[in-house]
């Protein structure tokens, strides 16, 4: 048993899934509230496309695709860069960059 548990720890590190991984990394300003970033709802995307927001490892289309978001999802922005932003959400936390045509409702 141990060593299938060590077998996934080492696939699980080698694919990504255990420590995401910025290519353009930013400082999320650590307080009770997250005042440091605004807050804002992933929406407008076509249901009969996509139907996903692309989160990538940093701010434009020719970085990797690592995560994914819907409509009605939140999330704090703490960088800009051009029309992208640096974003956290969900739980356990995640970070990457979203394009912020598809942001609204925002807050703070």
């Not at 990797?64 to 704090?76: H, S, T």
Request: aromatic residues 12%; glycine residues 16%; proline residues 4%.
């Amino acid at each position: 048993m141990k060593r299938v548990g060590l077998f996934l720890a080492i696939i699980l590190s080698a694919s990504g899934a255990a420590a995401q991984q910025l290519a353009v990394d930013f400082t999320i300003i650590e307080d009770d509230q997250a005042a440091g970033c605004a807050g804002a709802t992933v929406m407008g995307l076509n249901p009969n496309g996509d139907g996903f927001l692309a989160v990538r490892s940093g701010p434009g289309t020719g970085y990797a695709k690592i995560d994914q978001l819907y409509n009605g999802d939140f999330v704090r922005t703490c960088e800009i860069s051009g029309p992208w932003y640096g974003v956290y959400y969900g739980s356990p936390r995640r970070k990457g960059w979203v394009h912020g045509n598809w942001l609204g409702n925002w807050a703070g």
